[in-house]
């Protein structure tokens, strides 16, 4: 590639990212999710539209993989450990005997309505299985629902992609190739050393960069997210479910009260938009509109059996131990949203050649398009009329890990040595510039909040939070302290103070 082919590389990847940008806000302002917008521009820009040809299933799968970590890292670091603790149960169990019983009943319903074989039904019914977590994400958090409600969905979310890839997977070999045993035997070690690795991992990030001092504030975001990709990729090097170790990893980061906290998850969303432009982008490319109308009839079946039978059955089933209210069953059933993921992984058997796994990736893509439409505006109205939004919804308190660049703040840290002046200085005496202040101090080991009387002794750490406007003269008044005492005066030279 030369400069000039770089340049023009880069040029379209820009544009695409804003067009796609401004398509979003457009869907956005009628509850659709972004989904639709990217995948609108990547049909734009196929072979039907402006000419752009992709047709590599094994390439998109790769890059589908890589995105879908990055956006279940973006769910997890941003996911409330207080909001899905409770809910724990009920999540693993939709996203496991859920899975189950939605890829049975929608497995029957394909092979009995559109006559396919075995393989094709079963994939069909996998395929379909396992809800979006950037679809959920997206709506969800718009909606304010009870937080046992969201919580539930966000996690199921999170947790169902892994039994999905790895049924997929199984049923993309000849069905006579597994027996009930061995499958049931590779989906417990998979998603068992999946939680592990997640879990381990996730807490050695955590405590490694609560007490390491990194030399820049915009390294904390890059080593958090890294620890995320790092345990997606652990996983999936000993064969076991990567989008449920990254899930874990992440979980435990963006709840373990790391130093820059926001500043993580402002840089985990922009991965997780890069990704999912990326990502819808990419599979609008893959898909021939050509051989969309054939499949039309198919999908709308299929998702109807999905809809209205498959994914109710599952909830109800997984829900039963657990005495749901209707209402909530009713709503959890209704935001099964696809998108993405299903899509994604209708390439797996296009990958492995599978017969018929062209015109089920056909289907998928209609399906989930359709069902969009309809699901995510009527999402809102749904939840309304069954009682399950707030008129008047109460925010969140939010707390963070010393949010200074939100608060135009610094925080200096001053180390009293034995030579220093500034021994036996009251804090009044410091006569600090408004609104600084001394907010803790530290001394052998153990810290308080001074008040105006506490003398300074060799060896105490101050920390004095400042505005950035102040902050020199506050350091100018420290020095000065140090080098002349409380008596320290201020004194002009060369048009500076000293």
Do not use: C, K
Not at 164 to 178: K, Q, R, Y
Not at 338 to 355: D, E, H, Q, W, Y
Not at 369 to 386: D, G, I, M, S, Y
Request: proline share 6%; no cysteine.
């Amino acid at each position: 590639m030369t400069l000039h082919e770089l340049y023009l590389v880069l040029l379209v990847a820009a544009l695409v990212v804003v067009a796609s940008i401004a398509a979003a806000r457009l869907v956005s302002r009628v509850g659709l999710p972004v989904l639709l917008a990217y995948l609108g521009i990547g049909l734009v820009l196929g072979e039907s539209g402006l000419g752009v040809r992709f047709s590599d299933a094994r390439v998109a799968q790769a890059l589908g993989i890589a995105a879908l970590a990055v956006i279940l890292i973006d769910g997890g670091l941003s996911t409330d450990w207080h909001t899905i603790r409770p809910v724990l149960g009920r999540a693993a169990t939709l996203a496991t005997v859920g899975v189950v019983v939605s890829v049975v009943v929608t497995a029957v319903g394909a092979w009995l309505l559109l006559g396919v074989s075995l393989q094709i039904a079963l994939l069909l019914g996998a395929v379909v299985a396992s809800t979006d977590a950037a679809a959920v994400f997206s709506v969800l958090r718009a909606l304010p629902l009870p937080p046992r409600l969201s919580g539930l969905l966000e996690a199921e979310s999170g947790f169902n992609d892994a039994p999905t890839v790895i049924l997929v997977l199984a049923f993309s070999v000849p069905v006579t190739a597994h027996t009930p045993l061995t499958a049931l035997r590779d989906l417990a070690y998979e998603l068992g050393a999946g939680t592990v690795i997640g879990l381990a991992l996730g807490v050695v990030g955590a405590y490694g960069l609560r007490r390491l001092s990194l030399p820049a504030s915009g390294l904390y975001p890059l080593a958090t997210f890294t620890m995320g990709l790092a345990a997606f990729a652990a996983a999936g090097a000993v064969h076991a479910s990567g989008f449920l170790s990254a899930y874990l990893a992440a979980i435990v980061l963006g709840n373990a009260g790391l130093p820059h906290r926001r500043a993580v998850r402002s840089f985990a969303e922009g991965l997780g938009w890069i990704a999912q432009i990326g990502l819808f982008v990419m599979l609008g490319l893959l898909v021939s509109p050509g051989e969309l109308p054939a499949v039309v009839v198919p999908a709308l079946l299929i998702g109807l059996v999905l809809l209205l039978v498959a994914r109710p059955a599952s909830v109800a089933v997984s829900l039963l131990p657990f005495r749901v209210p209707w209402r909530e069953q009713t709503l959890l059933s209704w935001a099964g949203l696809r998108g993405a993921v299903p899509i994604v992984l209708a390439t797996f058997p296009v990958v492995a050649a599978v017969s018929g796994s062209e015109r089920l990736f056909n289907i998928v893509f209609v399906l989930v398009v359709a069902f969009t439409l309809v699901q995510a505006p009527t999402l809102a109205p749904v939840a309304r009329a069954l009682g399950l939004v707030s008129r008047d919804p109460t925010r969140d308190l939010q707390l963070e890990s010393a949010p200074l660049d939100v608060l135009d703040a610094d925080l200096i840290h001053v180390v009293v040595s034995p030579r220093s002046r500034l021994r036996n200085v009251e804090i009044w005496e410091l006569r600090l510039p408004d609104p600084a202040v001394v907010t803790m101090v530290v001394r052998a080991g153990r810290a308080f909040v001074p008040h105006e009387r506490t003398p300074v002794r060799a060896g105490d750490e101050l920390l004095v939070m400042t505005t950035h406007r102040v902050r020199p003269e506050v350091e100018q008044r420290l020095r000065a302290v140090g080098r002349d005492g409380p008596r320290a005066r201020w004194r002009r030279a060369r048009g500076r103070i000293l």
